[in-house]
């Protein structure tokens, strides 16, 4: 378990990056989370010459089209303090291919950065947010398992493509059925149930409100929806305050459908 309370600065480069990191942040309420333009770093006060034990996790949120890897390989280049980030998001397009020239770019990124960690999401636009919303939720609160980014790259980059939901409940209570609920809404089939490689569920919420035994039954009727060789993760964020419990699913599934 752990209790959280890691600061985390996430910084944005393209449209849809930044515009949900923005929108985001504009909504965010549990703390230990900043955002902010990759070509305006210098405004954040990122102080990498502190303890590495002390550093916030910084990680870097990129469009995978031509114009925003362009400009942030630019800037990654004329910024020294760029030496050690923990975490780079490419941001991919459902429908569109990555080109030749996107693809160099996003290799020369990563050769620029030399991070460990890093993800091609691809997926529909209307699920970055709750990847972003994820990350953010990772170390923030409580949680009865210590979940972080390296067990979500890893795992997130044995797939291909991602979908995601999230649902507002009115107590602990509402989370067997809302699971069972959500991820019906995924509107996954039987061939891409199948090939689900991963299946996180994040649950923020009044960790005055949760005990133990909750978390066994949502948690088994979450397993029980998927196949036994799906990697199951369960993040939460529990904090001492009056939040409804809100559940996000996010499913990695591989391209083998046949």
Same mark, same amino acid.
């Given at each position: 378990m752990n209790d959280g309370k890691i600061n985390k600065m996430f910084l944005g480069c393209g449209l849809l990056a930044e515009r949900n990191l923005a929108q985001l942040q504009g909504s965010w309420s549990y703390g230990y989370f900043n955002s902010g333009v990759l070509n305006d770093w210098r405004l954040h006060s990122i102080d990498r010459d502190i303890k590495r034990e002390d550093q916030p996790i910084l990680g870097i949120v990129i469009d995978a089209e031509e114009l925003a890897l362009t400009n942030a390989l630019n800037t990654i280049k004329n910024s020294p303090r760029f030496d050690r980030i923990d975490l780079v998001v490419f941001i991919e397009s459902e429908t569109k291919q990555i080109?030749?020239?996107?693809?160099?770019? $996003?290799?020369? =990124?990563?050769?620029?950065?030399?991070?460990?960690? =890093?993800?091609? *999401?691809?997926?529909?636009?209307?699920? $970055? @947010? @709750?990847? @972003?919303?994820?990350?953010?939720?990772?170390?923030?609160?409580?949680?009865? *398992?210590?979940?972080?980014? +390296?067990? $979500? +790259?890893?795992?997130f980059n044995k797939g291909d493509v991602y979908k995601a939901t999230q649902m507002t409940m009115e107590s602990f209570d509402d989370l067997n059925k809302g699971i069972y609920h959500m991820v019906n809404s995924l509107g996954l089939s039987q061939n891409e149930i199948n090939c689900t490689v991963v299946a996180v569920l994040t649950i923020t919420g009044d960790i005055k409100q949760w005990d133990v035994n909750i978390y066994d039954s949502y948690i088994t009727i979450f397993r029980s929806l998927f196949p036994c060789e799906t990697v199951i993760i369960p993040n939460h964020n529990l904090q001492d305050d009056d939040h409804k419990p =809100?559940?996000? $699913? =996010?499913?990695?599934?591989?391209?083998?459908?046949?």
């Amino acid at each position: 378990m752990n209790d959280g309370k890691i600061n985390k600065m996430f910084l944005g480069c393209g449209l849809l990056a930044e515009r949900n990191l923005a929108q985001l942040q504009g909504s965010w309420s549990y703390g230990y989370f900043n955002s902010g333009v990759l070509n305006d770093w210098r405004l954040h006060s990122i102080d990498r010459d502190i303890k590495r034990e002390d550093q916030p996790i910084l990680g870097i949120v990129i469009d995978a089209e031509e114009l925003a890897l362009t400009n942030a390989l630019n800037t990654i280049k004329n910024s020294p303090r760029f030496d050690r980030i923990d975490l780079v998001v490419f941001i991919e397009s459902e429908t569109k291919q990555i080109s030749h020239v996107e693809k160099e770019l $996003i290799l020369a =990124i990563e050769d620029t950065l030399d991070c460990n960690l =890093i993800q091609r *999401f691809k997926s529909h636009s209307k699920n $970055i @947010l @709750l990847l @972003l919303d994820l990350y953010a939720n990772l170390l923030c609160g409580y949680s009865p *398992f210590c979940i972080d980014h +390296v067990d $979500i +790259v890893s795992s997130f980059n044995k797939g291909d493509v991602y979908k995601a939901t999230q649902m507002t409940m009115e107590s602990f209570d509402d989370l067997n059925k809302g699971i069972y609920h959500m991820v019906n809404s995924l509107g996954l089939s039987q061939n891409e149930i199948n090939c689900t490689v991963v299946a996180v569920l994040t649950i923020t919420g009044d960790i005055k409100q949760w005990d133990v035994n909750i978390y066994d039954s949502y948690i088994t009727i979450f397993r029980s929806l998927f196949p036994c060789e799906t990697v199951i993760i369960p993040n939460h964020n529990l904090q001492d305050d009056d939040h409804k419990p =809100i559940a996000s $699913i =996010i499913v990695c599934v591989a391209d083998k459908l046949t």
